[in-house]
């Protein structure tokens, strides 16, 4: 089993729509949750980060953590072409302290 | 301006040869990790360190070696022994000190071609 696992898409959502995406997570000691978004040929660029469970708001972007499910996920609203991208969840800081785990990305596409 | 430094951006090595790919935070962050990126794939973990003179192996350290001996500095070697080095390779700073971390800074990665 993988340690963080995301449905690969890819996603297509209508522009102004909600996009969602999801990843779950094998190591129940993880503590630390993250989404990046990365443009094809460029580094990750961070999203959001949670570490409690519940929502985590910023701007258009929401993260949601259920530590009981083992299960982290991120909506997009007001989806915008620009947020075409994969999106890469990871998890990490559980049975050993500084290992992050990156999911294999879901591809998100916006369409017009 | 603080930041993580990868060099080369692109890099070609013959079959054989052994490369080693610079990375240099000033973030003064205490973790550093590499990573390896196929197309279309996610990224995997190679090595990470949490501290100076410490390092750990991640899911694919086989054919890949690394040092610490400087806080600032995490260099990447890819050894003749990888057998599909090319890829895309992307090295990563993050603060761990307290119960709830920082996020990973990357750098801007460098893109290894085998000829």
């Known amino acids: 089993q993988k340690e963080v696992e995301q449905n690969s898409g890819p996603l297509s959502v209508p522009e102004g729509a909600i996009a969602s995406l999801n990843c779950t997570y094998s190591?129940?000691?993880?503590?630390?949750f993250f989404w990046y978004r990365q443009y094809s040929g460029k580094s990750p660029e961070l999203i959001m980060f949670i570490y409690s469970n519940g929502d985590k708001e910023d701007g258009r972007f929401t993260a949601q953590l259920n530590k009981a499910s083992q299960y982290v996920s991120l909506l997009i609203r007001d989806s915008q072409p620009s947020d075409s991208a994969t999106y890469l969840c990871?998890?990490?800081?559980?049975?050993?302290?500084?290992?992050?785990?990156f999911g294999s990305g879901t591809r998100l596409s916006i369409r017009p | 301006d603080g930041g993580i430094t990868q060099s080369p951006k692109y890099l070609f090595r013959k079959e054989g040869q052994n490369v080693t790919l610079s990375c240099e935070q000033n973030?003064?962050?205490?973790?550093m990790y590499w990573y390896r990126q196929d197309p279309g794939q996610g990224l995997r973990l190679i090595y990470y360190?949490?501290?100076?003179?410490?390092?750990q192996k991640g899911d694919i350290a086989e054919g890949y070696s690394v040092s610490r001996e400087k806080k600032e500095s995490f260099p990447l070697t890819v050894t003749s022994a990888q057998k599909n080095p090319t890829a895309f390779y992307l090295c990563?700073?993050?603060?761990?000190?307290?119960?709830?971390?920082?996020?990973?800074?990357f750098g801007e990665g460098s893109r290894l071609t085998v000829l």
């Open positions: 990871a998890g990490g800081g559980g049975s050993s302290a500084s290992k992050i785990i």
């Open positions: 190591d129940r000691g993880s503590q630390s």
């Open positions: 360190s949490q501290i100076v003179n410490d390092f």
């Open positions: 990563a700073s993050r603060r761990t000190s307290g119960t709830n971390t920082g996020e990973l800074f």
């Open positions: 973030l003064n962050h205490d973790a």
